[in-house]
């Protein structure tokens, strides 16, 4: 199968040059279009030739200063944008946009300009003939380029120059070979929706100031405390700045259910607490006990099973041997979908010793979360109905721009209970609606991004079964890759089995090594034969995949997929793009 | 002056019709453009006809579900978006949009769609006689649309009308008469760049997938450090999810600097530990010494002037009173332009005490750090140069669309050490770039939303003289509000004097009232004034302000002026509404 973009579009790979050469063709028409009154003609061209080429046959110039394009429009329909390419931005500023006095014109054309980059940036993501990166090393970037505040204004004509000049350095994380994170692809839908979230530009804290947004988020996380299993989906929840911070909200809620005075009393009137989480975790689980005061060494890391799943009867002996010390266990962080492995904790079994031991259960379903979109795939969840609360992290396997993060919790009203501060300036009770619609009193946060709209846009353009389309094809691919290299030359597979999620983690081995003995040396040169070709695909800006080394394991390739946009092809690319690049170490 | 939208915008108040009826002269210009080869002729009639009117003498029709739109457009410049009218969206849906094979023509065409609706949209929330609010109590939200869930997908026409009715019930937050928070506004050049970030979407962790944006945080943060008055700008710091995580950041930083070992071993392992804050500070400080196991009865209220400015004789009174009780003072949280009166504490009384007691001192700026940029105002922050740490949201006064605040630190590297926990999947650190430009293990979020860039590029824009124009302009309004009413029959000042930032707080007392004598009655009578006159003003949707309690005063009106739209025509405006929707309570 041919790649969709290639050939398709005629630009060259360095984004910093936006105006292509103009074709016969289209010089011809503009020509032709100028002949139109009303200044229609020189909109025409401006969307054919882009803004570095001034369309032909046009007589007027703006004046130095002037705040008005000319000549002045004569159509009778306003916004008309018949003069976007009269617009000279070299003696334009901000000040000549909205709020200005009469500054529609110059605004409308200002943004549709911005957006004719985004739109050039947008489809160039996903064409494979260009580059995921266009890489330079911290120091030439920084001189690369004047990124420097001053004191004065530059003129819009700057303006739009450092936006084409900032996407030129971007990754493109729409790119069909972006596989370096968790969060890839670029939902056109999201970004819409993520476009009419800053038009809107308001704030989660009160129904007052974000009616729809406040119902929108009332609306999805319902739904998807359903597609946990909650009866009804009752409970409650909020969106948060990410994936860790909804992991440290579960911990600060389940240690206000045990112990609702350390809110007044601080952790200095409670007994000490103990956590457990497996040692395949997030780091988020020790980062938030550092932060709420109960301290990394009360994380105890539980075993895990050469896939990296928590073993269960470790995790029973543990907290025994905490309660016998005297420290009070209080929560069970387990992972549905782990950060390298992707691995899936037993959340039966837990959710069965939480009970008996009558601790909080907490999932990290930020990585997981989206397989319960998944018939064929939620199994691998099963017992998350069970937990007390799930984070649940849309922007990474739903491929909702980031941020979007969920934090879902069973018991309602305790949110509101445990961190609501009564602030009357903001929360007035006297307010002529239904005050349980303001959700800012029971967030960490006083502001709050609207971070609801772009799921929720998405969700009702794909439907439940359009994610799962998505998410199920990306399993598929990384079992494609799974088999492709489990006997491959070249390849050994960090953990046996096929990938419970999309990640798939392996060594590459360069022939040199592939008949050495496995010893110390063999060890110490295969650790840096991951980050040697890491470099050099970035610098070639081919393609882009993740490494680490963890516990014993040296450095190793950790595939993930969540990349709506990749296929088979881009995963047979990477391997070759990896041979390529790996054969002479 | 006359409104600069008046007159100028056709289209009623009603955005749920998108189209406006199609002046004659446009359908003649359309006709011609039909002549046009390569689709251009309809490009250009649906510019003007919007998207509910399909162009003239087009016999082309999508067929059902065909993913093209037809006819196929013959013109060699790529893309070029001829064929947006013809594009059936009822046919469509988000599968057909990039990465689908050959989406580029319909992503292209959606894009621009949605934006038409966010430009209109945007320039009618600076109209004057559009409303701020169509106003809905939440149960007649939830009725007037379906805003629900399933699992099948919408077309992409479903999506549009979805996008127009979100829309319709928001609150135009740029509107002139919008006063209700701190944050107002709709900076143009902020808008944009807040379209490209979402474009670009990506994470701040590392500069290896943001290399751009990481090196611009880095600007960005050594210049607010510079205005801080910090030498050459040195020190740390971050952007973070809203003030009140930047607070909590402060908090969590001072103690991990007095007792490093809080990090492992949590609170049971140091003595109890007190902060200090005023009594009109922020509710943040509170929420965070509950979040981080400190426990709000540690947070010690210090009393306020009557200008609600911190009293330091009464702060170093109760630090030795705490001392004497065997607590350690770790903390004092200034406020400079407290959130009610928009007071400024005294920084270089407060600093002079922390030094003598050893205590970290951190100044709340998120309201009032934009002064800082301002020649005539920043004197109200002197001492700010003092403090240890500073919250500064460029999303309230200086009008970058939310969110963005920044948390500054002087002492470079202890945000790092009391965060880090080393993930080694995330930052590695046998990376071929200097990885001092990596972020992430320095925040509480893993993940975290490119904040910067609106903020960089409106710096661009603006320059820091342009800030400081806005900014001189809302304080200069806010004294213009003082002296109108300050003397005015019917209205009373809740605080004497000048106000020393936007803030204008005062009661709107009704005729019925003016003779009363000032007792009991009178209070619960004037309580209920400023929410009844609230609802209205947002029923009519005529303007907002926000009112709240305080103390012993009941009910307020608290004006806040940080839209650079609203002109003197609008504060009289406001006046004028009070008086008219109150003058029978």
């Given at each position: 199968m041919a790649s969709p973009g290639s050939g398709f579009w005629?630009?060259?790979?360095?984004?910093?040059?936006?105006?292509?050469?103009?074709p016969g063709t289209a010089r011809a028409w503009c020509q032709a279009a100028?002949?139109?009154?009303?200044g229609l003609g020189n909109k025409l061209c401006a969307l054919l030739y882009g803004d570095a080429e001034k369309p032909v046959e046009t007589g007027a110039k703006a004046a130095p200063g002037a705040a008005e394009p000319r000549p002045?429009?004569?159509?009778?329909?306003?916004?008309?944008?018949?003069q976007k390419a009269d617009?000279?931005?070299?003696?334009?500023?901000?000040?000549?946009?909205?709020?200005?006095?009469?500054g529609e014109i110059t605004t409308m054309s200002f943004l549709q300009d911005v957006v004719d980059i985004l739109l050039q940036y947008v489809v160039k993501s996903f064409?494979?003939?260009?580059?995921v990166i266009d890489f330079h090393y911290p120091n030439e970037l920084l001189q690369e380029y004047n990124w420097e505040l001053a004191d004065q204004p530059q003129t819009l004509e700057e303006i739009l120059l450092n936006c084409r000049t900032t996407l030129k350095y971007a990754?493109?994380?729409?790119?069909?070979?972006?596989?370096?994170?968790l969060s890839t692809g670029l939902d056109m839908v999201g970004l819409a929706a993520d476009w009419l979230t800053s038009a809107a530009?308001?704030?989660?804290?009160t129904y007052e100031i974000a009616p729809v947004f406040v119902l929108l988020e009332y609306v999805t996380l319902r739904k998807m405390r359903e597609m946990v299993g909650w009866p009804g989906g009752c409970g409650d929840g909020i969106f948060s700045p990410g994936g860790a911070i909804s992991n440290m909200y579960a911990m600060l809620i389940a240690r206000f259910k045990m112990f609702p005075e350390v809110k007044e009393?601080?952790?200095?009137?409670i007994p000490r607490l103990v956590a457990f989480t497996s040692?395949?975790?997030?780091?988020s689980v020790k980062k938030g006990a550092a932060a709420l005061g109960?301290?990394?060494?009360?994380?105890i890391l539980i075993r895990c099973d050469e896939r990296g799943k928590m073993i269960p009867s470790d995790l029973e002996r543990r907290i025994l041997e905490a309660k016998q010390k005297g420290?009070?266990?209080f929560l069970v962080s387990a992972t549905?979908?782990?950060?390298?492995?992707g691995a899936f904790d037993p959340l039966i079994a837990i959710a069965d010793i939480c009970k008996k031991y009558k601790i909080w259960m907490h999932v990290d379903?930020?990585?997981?979360?989206?397989?319960?979109?998944?018939r064929k795939h939620k199994?691998?969840?099963?017992?998350?109905?069970?937990?007390n609360s799930v984070t649940w992290n849309p922007h990474k396997m739903m491929g909702v721009p980031l941020q979007c993060s969920a934090l879902l919790v069973r018991e309602e009203g305790l949110m509101q209970s445990c961190n609501?501060?009564?602030a009357s300036y903001l929360f007035?009770?006297?307010?002529?609606?239904?005050?349980?619609?303001?959700?800012?009193?029971?967030?960490?946060?006083?502001g709050r991004h609207v971070d609801v709209f772009k799921l929720w846009l998405m969700w009702r353009a794909k439907g439940t079964t359009g994610f799962e389309a998505q998410i199920d094809k990306c399993l598929e691919l990384a079992e494609y890759l799974y088999n492709k290299i489990?006997?491959?030359?070249?390849y050994e597979m960090?953990?046996?089995?096929?990938?419970?999620?999309t990640n798939v983690c392996f060594w590459y081995i360069p022939p040199s090594l592939r008949?050495?003995?496995?010893?110390e040396e063999r060890m110490s040169r295969l650790m840096k034969v991951a980050p040697v070709i890491k470099a050099r695909m970035m610098e070639y800006g081919t393609t882009m995949v993740s490494y680490q080394p963890l516990g014993d394991k040296v450095n190793f390739f950790r595939m993930v997929i969540s990349?709506?946009?990749?296929?088979h092809q881009d995963i047979d690319f990477l391997i070759d793009e990896i041979e390529r690049l790996g054969q002479d170490l």
């Open positions: 005629p630009f060259g790979a360095d984004e910093g040059s936006a105006a292509a050469e103009s100028q002949k139109l009154t009303g002045v429009c004569t159509c009778d329909k306003k916004p008309c944008g018949c617009v000279n931005y070299a003696f334009l500023h901000s000040t000549d946009l909205l709020p200005a006095c009469n064409d494979r003939s260009t580059k990754i493109k994380t729409g790119h069909p070979r972006y596989f370096n994170q530009n308001t704030n989660m804290f009393k601080g952790m200095a009137a040692e395949h975790s997030h780091f109960i301290g990394t060494d009360s994380v420290f009070v266990p549905a979908g782990t950060t390298v492995y379903g930020a990585w997981g979360g989206g397989l319960l979109m998944s199994w691998k969840l099963n017992g998350v109905e069970r937990a609501q501060m009564h007035q009770q006297d307010k002529h609606y239904d005050l349980s619609y303001d959700t800012g009193d029971k967030a960490l946060q006083c489990k006997n491959r030359e070249g960090v953990f046996d089995g096929k990938p419970q999620h008949s050495m003995e496995d010893n990349n709506p946009a990749a296929t």
